[in-house]
C-alpha cells in the first residue's frame, strides 16, 4: 500500500512540472522620430440655423384654421402644402364638413389652392 501511495505522489509531482516554453522577447519599439509642429485645428464654423420651410409653416396654419372651427373633426383631416397648394386628407362625418374644412382652408393667407382628398366616412 505505501508502495502505491508514494508511487502516485511521484507521478503527481512529475506532472506539476511546468514545461511551457518562456515568451519570446518582444522587439525593440522603433526610434522616437522628432515631433513635427503640430498644424493649428481649423477654424470653428458655426453651422447655420435652419430655416423654417415654407411649406411646413402654411400646412400648420391651415391645420390650425382647421382646429378652430367648431363644426369640423380636425383630428380626422392631415394637411400638407406644396408651393402654396394646400392638399387635404382624412375623413370626415358629413359632406358639410368635408366643404367647411375646404373653406376654411382657402381662407388662410398664402394659400393659392385646395386639393380636397377628405372622404366622407359615416360616423368618423
Known sequence: MKRTLIGLMVLGLAACGDDTPKPAPKPAAPPPQAA???PPPPPVVKPEPPK???NK???DRVKRALESEAKI???GIDVTAKEGRITLWGTAATAAERRRAEAA???VEGVSGVDNQIKVVKGS
Open 36 to 38: 513635427a509642429p503640430t
Open 52 to 54: 423654417p420651410d415654407p
Open 57 to 59: 409653416e402654411l400646412a
Open 73 to 75: 373633426q380636425a383630428a
Open 105 to 107: 382652408a382657402k381662407k
